[in-house]
Structures are given as C-alpha cells and as structure tokens.
C-alpha cells in the first residue's frame, strides 16, 4: 500500500512539473510572437517613414499620395493587430 500512494504522488508531481513546463512554454512563445510582430511591424513603419520623406520633394506628387496610402493602410493593419476590435487610426 505505501508503494502504491507513493507512485500516486511520484505521478501526481510528475503531472503537476509537466503542466508547469507546458504552461511556461506557452507564455513564453506567445510572447516572443509578439515581440517579433512588433519588431516587424516597427521595421515596416520607419521603412514607409524613410519613403515618405523622400516623397515629400518630389516632383512627381503621385508618389507622395501612394505612400500617404499605403502609410494609412499599414496604420489601419498594426492597429488591427494590436488592438483587435477597436477603433483604427488614419
């Protein structure tokens, strides 16, 4: 009889140690997701930045306008992931 509650506890530990681990995991990938969308998604935003600035002197004013577009639709995406369900920015 103590063999078989010892097992049952070894077990019981063993399941315990393993939802930790589990729980762990999950808490750290998920965030490393997100700290990688994050940097993408600034990456993105100082790209279009850097664009934008070389449009503004341009002659050609279609240029300027497509990337104010596109600027508006990256602002209206980050906010979309980062804020699902909420208001958009632009």
Do not use: W
Not at 24 to 33: G, I, K, M, P, Y
Not at 41 to 64: C, G, H, P, T, W
């Amino acid at each position: 009889m103590v063999d078989s509650s010892s097992d049952v506890a070894q077990e019981q530990q063993r399941r315990a140690d393993s939802l930790k681990q589990l729980r762990h995991f999950l808490l750290t990938s998920n965030a490393e997701q997100r700290a990688g969308r994050r940097d993408k998604q600034n990456f993105l935003k100082r790209k279009l930045i850097r664009e934008y600035l070389r449009s503004v002197n341009d002659a050609d004013s279609s240029r300027l306008e497509d990337v104010k577009k596109r600027f508006i639709t990256f602002c209206n995406s980050y906010e979309d992931i980062m804020n699902p369900g909420q208001a958009t920015c632009g």
